[in-house]
């Protein structure tokens, strides 16, 4: 049942990166100039749509798992700080505190690694 609910949690902590690094490219130029807004280099964007679609693939997988989740750890640490950082606003204090514990969820997957339902365990 560990190796289940692993593999399940693995899934569920990387639907949301997944999901958002399709949107992002769905509505490349919105995006882009939102970033921009917040000082941020459009170009930026790319590398962030890759570790949003592969990140969450190769956790997942648990292919190189431990990898994706300390980058993906310091990616929500890192748009938490820059994005949501206007405390006296609920919505971004809520989305603060989301991307801090998503953190805790990637640091966890970085510090014991994935179970027998991954490709790290079979190779």
């Not at 609910?5 to 399709?22: E, M, Q, T, W, Y």
């Not at 310091?74 to 998503?102: E, R």
């Amino acid at each position: 049942m560990t190796n289940i609910l692993d593999l399940v949690a693995r899934i569920l902590i990387s639907a949301l990166f997944l999901l958002n690094g399709v949107f992002k490219i769905s509505n490349y130029d919105g995006t882009v100039g939102w970033m921009e807004g917040f000082g941020i280099p459009g170009v930026l964007i790319i590398p962030a749509i890759i570790l949003e679609i592969v990140g969450p693939i190769l956790i997942i997988l648990g292919y190189k798992a431990k990898i994706a989740a300390g980058l993906l750890s310091l990616f929500c640490i890192a748009t938490a700080v820059i994005f949501h950082n206007d405390f006296s606003d609920q919505m971004q204090l809520g989305s603060f505190l989301k991307n801090i514990a998503l953190a805790g969820g990637f640091i966890f997957i970085f510090i014991n690694g994935t179970k027998d339902f991954s490709l790290d365990r079979k190779f």
